[in-house]
């Protein structure tokens, strides 16, 4: 039985790396690589909730998610509608979180699998929210449906493939250990 000192000691340490992953990402998301003119980046943002995600599981990749998320509400998101703003901003980010429940293989391809799993998640989020709610930029004759995937696969692929690159280097690099802790826990 472990001993519920050291088993907070842990919580709380998972606590303080999904923070700093959540402050890492809102910072890489503000430095955009390639800006869309109704709102969608390429960026380096997802490369911090992933990370957490593959080195210590699920749960802190999405609470990274949740807090990045909220911090980009907080921080001058644009919103038409409460339930826009929950697809696009905490929900997409949450998603992402789930890479390594997703993923398949071990070392690279994990990540990399794991990596796409997740941002077709948020593309989810974002083609719902933009079905719904940004159909009026869709140009005449096109279907809201269409132009919505168009759009978002615009950025999101991009910025799938430059973080799921990134993550899968830091992995080969030894940063993220073998790639299948699977969320175990422990020194590094």
């Not at 519920?4 to 910072?27: D, H, N, Y």
């Not at 800006?35 to 490369?47: A, K």
Request: charged share 10%.
């Amino acid at each position: 039985m472990s001993n519920p000192k050291s088993r907070r000691a842990s919580q709380t340490m998972i606590l303080a790396e999904a923070g700093v992953a959540a402050a890492l990402a809102w910072i890489l998301g503000r430095l955009k690589i390639f800006q869309m003119p109704q709102g969608g980046s390429v960026s380096l943002e997802l490369i911090p909730i992933l990370y957490l995600a593959f080195q210590r599981g699920a749960y802190p990749g999405v609470l990274a998610g949740l807090v990045t998320g909220l911090l980009k509400l907080a921080t001058g998101a644009e919103v038409v509608h409460p339930l826009q703003a929950i697809l696009d901003y905490p929900l997409a980010s949450m998603v992402l979180g789930l890479a390594p429940l997703m993923s398949f293989g071990q070392g690279v391809k994990r990540v990399v699998s794991g990596a796409i799993a997740g941002s077709f998640l948020q593309f989810l989020c974002f083609f719902a929210s933009g079905i719904v709610f940004f159909g009026q930029y869709a140009p005449e004759g096109t279907p809201v449906w269409q132009y919505s995937a168009v759009y978002n696969a615009s950025f999101l692929i991009p910025e799938m493939i430059l973080s799921a690159v990134v993550v899968a280097f830091l992995l080969k690099k030894g940063v993220l250990g073998d790639g299948s802790s699977k969320g175990k826990q422990g020194r590094r």
